[in-house]
C-alpha cells in the first residue's frame, strides 16, 4: 500500500522556521522525483520546490528561494522541506508529491499557519 506521511506543520510566528518531512512507503522511493505543493485557502495549488530522484538537481518558486531547502534522504525513503524566515503569505496546506513518468502520489497534506 503506498503512503505518504506529512508530519512537521503547525503554527509559528512570522520569521520563524518549520521543518516539514514526507515519509514515503510502498514504493520505490529512490526512483522517483519528489516535490512540495501548497495551497491556501481560496487558491490553486502551486508548486513550491521539486528534487531530483538522486537528489542532485532542486527547483523553488521564485516566493520561497533563499528561505526553503528540499532535500532527501533515500535510505529512510523521507523527503523534508527546511522552511525559514517564514511569512503569513506562506500559511497553506503543504502537501508532499512522488512521481515517475507512470505514476504519481499524493500525501494528505500538513497545516502550516504563519501568525503573530
Known amino acids: 500500500q503506498v503512503q505518504l506521511v506529512e508530519s512537521g506543520g503547525g503554527l509559528v510566528q512570522p520569521g520563524g522556521s518549520l521543518r516539514l518531512s514526507c515519509s514515503a512507503s510502498?514504493?520505490?522511493?529512490?526512483?522517483?522525483?519528489m516535490s512540495w505543493y501548497r495551497q491556501a485557502p481560496g487558491k490553486e495549488r502551486e508548486l513550491v520546490a521539486v528534487?531530483?530522484?538522486?537528489?542532485?538537481?532542486?527547483n523553488y518558486a521564485d516566493s520561497v528561494k533563499g528561505r526553503f531547502t528540499i532535500s532527501r534522504d533515500n535510505a529512510k525513503n523521507t523527503v523534508y522541506l527546511q522552511m525559514n524566515s517564514l511569512k503569513p503569505e506562506d500559511t497553506a496546506v503543504y502537501y508532499c508529491?512522488?512521481?515517475?513518468?507512470?505514476?504519481?502520489?499524493w500525501g494528505q497534506g500538513t497545516q502550516v499557519t504563519v501568525s503573530s
Open positions: 528534487i531530483t530522484s538522486t537528489g542532485g538537481s532542486t
Open positions: 510502498g514504493f520505490t522511493f529512490s526512483n522517483y522525483v
Open positions: 508529491y512522488a512521481e515517475t513518468r507512470r505514476q504519481n502520489y
